[in-house]
């Protein structure tokens, strides 16, 4: 291995053969960890190799090749997706419901087949993603698209190029040697827990939630901007080739572990099966777990095993007869829809919610379920009296999927969207290019409690103790108008209400104290300024450093932070121009609530600056010392030259020290190094 230091001075042949290096042991460990579930390396050594990585690139571009981990994170933007045609289409499955269906599938392969003997299947969990097709060239990976109707698909490399588990390049397989040419399928999944993240994150930043996590996969997928997949937990299952005719395989299984051996993850929870008793008993088996699984799945697909019955058995119009998915009861239900109400959000976001009669959905008795808003009713054309289709999707809140419009009587009343605030009565707006409804009173009560209890929370200034309930019950008693009575409570106040005591509240008043100090970011995530999260919090806080920097900022001022566009721009231009906003801001000084000052920016104060290490470190790895160097702009050489500004010398220095004294470079020792840099 070449030492790390060493790059700056390597030749450009020195560094194309490192970076070959480095390729093949990134993408073998982040195989190992992301497919195998089985990490050789500690991850703070897998960075380590990363960032060397990503310094090389950074100094000879013209080497980085489509396969470095370095092009997961998400290329250019794209203006649309290009169209790819297969010729070899991607074909969609017949439906199994039940037993008796898939008895009946075995029926009319024996039928088709002359023969009653026992077939050989293979049964695989069926995800409830998004199918896709990798194409790879010599073993690298120069195409991903999605199925589109199966024969035209939209190209979508660059997104999937994202997904830890899409090889970048195929290992060699234990059987045979790489085709020419490989076009691997199967699905691109979200897990249970990406998808929750996902939305609490949209939910933060008051975007609307994905309705279950095959959506959430798609849009994901059919972003035009990589670096927004890239964001997005995707992981990617293999099932299946345009043809394998060409590959040492005769079966489904065989395939499958051969995929597996290229590298691709395959779904432990495939099995094969003897006979047809052996694949309906794993379909009730996938049954039972499919609740514990991390990731959703809606059924189970049966492949015949044997390529050449398939063969023999060929494909009708949309799908193989050789295969079938066997589709679980879904977790829907019909009952009747009685009622709509309208909440109000933290930003005044009006939410109709259907009041059903309750009914189980997938094991849980359902009263209620979103409607999104306003034009999801609309487009649904809902009535009330209608009898609807309630379905759940994972951990997620009910949604009403339709009406059930064969069972109208025609006693069915339209529902009316409010026009003013359930709340409050102040009239609403619905700004032109959004779906949502808003009251934009602010001192509208729902939205304040919306917003308090919001200010509170974990997402917020996280003060312990002070949840839902209890900000209800303070506001209820009137001792919580707004987020400056937060720190205005005293425990005389507390103590006597309903459920507490002197000791509750000396503890409420401690885990209110001690959230006085905090940082910019934390304030501005708690404060519940429209389309501000904790990451666009924290931006800001890296961009303006302190609160009189933000009060002073204009629109302007505000679009020019990367990350952030015109639409939160203007959201907190509004915010911060709004005196109501001002005052209470400057409220919460004087209650004495401080807003530490960051870590004063450091960015580029080693800007021009060419650093070179001597001897050994006792509190620094190299190579934690030289990104150290880098991050505030420095740059680090690997031998002594009149270019090199500072040596810093650990134990042992040897000859370089000699040689920076004679020509005046600045000379450092460790400990002030480290001062230097910060610890
Ligand atoms: S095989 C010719 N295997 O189900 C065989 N499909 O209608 C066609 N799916 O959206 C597909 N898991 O993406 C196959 N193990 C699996 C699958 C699977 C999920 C999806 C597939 C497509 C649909 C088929």
Same mark, same amino acid.
């Given at each position: ?20 290096? @480095? ?12 497919? $195998?579930?089985?990490? @050789? ?16 690139e +950074? ?19 794209l ?35 002359? /023969? ?10 069926k995800?409830?993603? $998004? ?23 939209? +190209? ?16 060699? %397989?234990?059987?045979?040697?790489? %085709? ?40 994901s ?58 694949? =309906? ?56 829809l ?19 009669? %309750? ?6 008795? !359902? ?11 609309? #487009? ?31 006693? +069915?009343? %339209? ?22 409804? #808003?009251? &934009?009173?602010?001192?509208?009560p ?7 209890i ?15 309930? !209890? ?11 707004d =987020? ?5 409570? /005293? ?5 006597p ?22 940082? $910019? ?19 800001? +806080?890296?961009?303006f450093g ?29 915010f911060?121009?709004d ?8 409220? $919460? ?12 920016? #450091?960015?580029?104060?080693?800007n ?20 150290? &160097? ?13 270019? !090199? ?7 042992k ?18 400990a002030?190094?480290?001062?230097? &840099?910060?610890?």
């Amino acid at each position: 291995m070449m030492p790390l230091f060493a790059f700056a001075a390597a030749s450009r042949e020195q560094a194309a053969n490192r970076l070959a290096e @480095l390729r093949e042991q990134l993408n073998y460990h982040a195989y190992r960890y992301y497919v $195998l579930d089985d990490p @050789l390396i500690a991850d703070v050594e897998y960075d380590r190799l990363f960032q060397e990585l990503l310094h090389l690139e +950074e100094r000879y571009p013209e080497l980085i090749t489509p396969d470095s981990p370095s092009q997961r994170v998400g290329g250019a933007p794209l203006a649309e997706f290009a169209q790819v045609t297969r010729e070899i289409p991607m074909l969609s499955l017949e439906n199994a419901f039940g037993d008796q269906d898939l008895r009946d599938f075995e029926e009319r392969l024996h039928r088709f087949l002359h /023969t009653k003997e026992p077939i050989t299947y293979v049964a695989e969990p069926k995800l409830d993603g $998004l199918a896709v097709e990798l194409i790879y060239e010599e073993g690298l990976l120069v195409l991903g698209a999605t199925r589109g109707d199966g024969v035209t698909g939209e +190209e979508i490399t660059a997104n999937l190029k994202t997904i830890a588990t899409v090889p970048l390049r195929l290992r060699p %397989p234990a059987k045979g040697t790489l %085709p020419a040419r490989l076009a691997v399928r199967g699905e691109a999944y979200l897990s249970l827990a990406g998808f929750k993240e996902l939305n609490a994150q949209r939910a933060q930043n008051d975007e609307a939630l994905f309705a279950n996590p095959r959506n959430a996969a798609a849009g994901s997928l059919r972003q035009l901007d990589p670096k927004v997949t890239a964001q997005r937990p995707l992981a990617f299952f293999a099932y299946g080739v345009d043809d394998p005719a060409p590959l040492p395989c005769r079966t489904q299984h065989e395939l499958l572990q051969y995929l597996a051996t290229c590298g691709f993850a395959t779904n432990p929870h495939t099995k094969r099966c003897p006979d047809l008793d052996a694949v =309906i008993a794993h379909f009730h088996h996938l049954a039972t777990i499919r609740h514990d699984l991390p990731y959703e799945i809606d059924g189970m697909v049966v492949k015949v095993d044997d390529f050449s019955v398939q063969k023999r058995l060929g494909t009708k119009a949309r799908s193989p007869r050789w295969a079938i998915a066997a589709k679980f009861p879904a977790s829907q239900a019909t009952t009747r829809l009685i009622g709509v109400e309208f909440g109000v959000g933290r930003t005044g976001a009006i939410t109709p919610v259907a009041i059903l009669d %309750p009914v189980e959905v997938g094991g849980v008795m !359902v009263g209620r379920a979103t409607l999104h808003n306003e034009d999801e009713v609309r #487009r649904k054309d809902l009535r009330l009296g209608d009898t609807v289709l309630v379905q759940r999707a994972g951990d997620v809140i009910p949604e009403v999927v339709k009406p059930v419009s064969e069972q109208r009587r025609g006693n +069915e009343t %339209p529902i009316r969207m409010p026009t003013t605030c359930p709340e409050c009565g102040h009239p609403l707006v619905r700004p032109a290019a959004e779906a949502v409804t #808003r009251c &934009v009173n602010p001192a509208c009560p729902a939205q304040r409690l919306r917003s308090l209890i919001h200010f509170a929370s974990k997402a917020g200034m996280d003060i312990e103790g002070l949840g839902k309930k !209890v900000m209800e019950q303070l506001v209820q008693e009137g001792l919580v108008r707004d =987020i400056p009575d937060i720190f205005r409570l /005293t425990a005389a106040e507390l103590a006597p209400l309903d459920g507490w005591g002197e000791k509750s509240a000396a503890k409420a008043m401690a885990a209110i104290g001690a959230r006085k100090e905090t940082t $910019l970011a934390k304030l501005l995530a708690a404060i519940g300024i429209r389309h501000v999260g904790e990451v666009t919090a924290q931006l800001l +806080e890296e961009h303006f450093g302190t609160l009189t920097a933000l009060l002073h900022a204009t629109e302007a001022d505000f679009l020019e932070v990367a990350g952030i566009g015109p639409q939160v721009a203007a959201s907190l231009a509004d915010f911060f121009s709004d005196p109501a906003a001002r005052q209470m801001l400057a409220t $919460l000084q004087e209650l004495g609530l401080t807003v530490a000052a960051p870590p004063t920016s #450091r960015a580029g104060r080693l800007n021009g600056t060419l650093f070179l290490f001597t001897g050994t470190l006792a509190h620094f790895s190299r190579s934690e010392a030289k990104a150290r &160097v880098k991050a505030l702009g420095g740059q680090v050489a690997s031998a002594m030259s009149s270019k !090199v500004t500072h040596l810093v010398c650990g134990d042992k220095p040897g000859s370089k020290l000699a040689k920076a004294q004679a020509q005046g470079t600045t000379i450092l020792s460790e400990a002030e190094f480290e001062e230097l &840099v910060g610890s």
